[in-house]
């Protein structure tokens, strides 16, 4: 990127009602077969004009082709079985309804490559394209076969790492891996979960990032945040591996969040994806209140390397409410590109 603060999102956008139910989690489609497909495929082009509309410079497919983040990923694999469920704890904090590792899991073809090809023939501009990291993947799954957590964790990072690979060749120019589950288990994030991440992105030319945050809006998760305290320093743990990592860029949830500022200093090197918006309230930033966290992270992170984000994906929030704060930040990092740039 050649502009300065370069906004993206950190991923998921609404989808249309006419697609899925709106402001809702694993909502399931209104269309199936050829009307699906094609649905989906409408739908990823409104997502993007919507970015483009709001001034977001680094754009992405809104993951308007996703049921979910991670299980829309795992649909597509072998050795998973969808009609066996069973209730699991997920990021130790929700209980849900999860498909169960039956045997090997494999990738027989590309999962998500087709919806890029797309993308990249509408837009000249930078795109983003997220997949799921190894260790949130175990963490939405019931192992019944490989009975480890970690070599479940490295099949994934192959797996993935075939896939990344179609996407950089399809013209992505940023693949992000969400790892919301490394913010919750430091012990195994330090044995093996940078490792299955590293393993994930190895041989990959385009830049990676990883987007670590405390979850949608959902109850859960705004229920998880109240128990955290006054200070947030669960990227702590994480930092100072992924410092030191071959990861380009790290996504941060920092809008409204009680994560000090100063622990940004710990990647110091990296290049921050910042979020300057709040994907758990209802209400729209002011581009100000979006300068102003800006400003806070300028003091630990190089103005070349600080591209503003949101917190999370948006996914739940109505359309009108992501269509404001998609504008408030590209209209509040444009106040700090006018300072920075003097
Ligand atoms: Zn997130």
Known sequence: MNKLLPTSTAGSLPKPSWLAEPEKLWSPWKLEGEALREGKRDALRLSLHEQQHAGIDIVSDG??????FVTTFIEHLD???????????IRDRYDASVPTVVGSVARQKSVFVEDAIYLRQLTDQPIKWALPGPMTMIDTLYDAHYKSREKLAWEFAKILNQEAKELEAAGVDIIQFDEPAFNVFFDELNDWGVATLERAIEGLKCETAVHICYGYGIKANTDWKKTLGSEWRQYEEAFPK????????ISLECQNSHVPMDLIELIRGKKVMLGAIDVAT???ETPEEVASTLRKALQFVDADKLYPC?????????RELARGKLRAL???AEIVRQEVLG
């Open 63 to 68: 993951e308007q082709t996703r049921q979910h």
């Open 79 to 89: 050795g998973v079985d969808f009609s066996k469920r069973e209730t699991v704890r």
């Open 242 to 249: 992924l410092q030191k990592s071959k990861i380009d860029m």
């Open 282 to 284: 209802n209400t729209v």
């Open 310 to 318: 949101t917190n999370c994906g948006m996914a739940p929030l109505s």
């Open 330 to 332: 590209s209209t509040g």
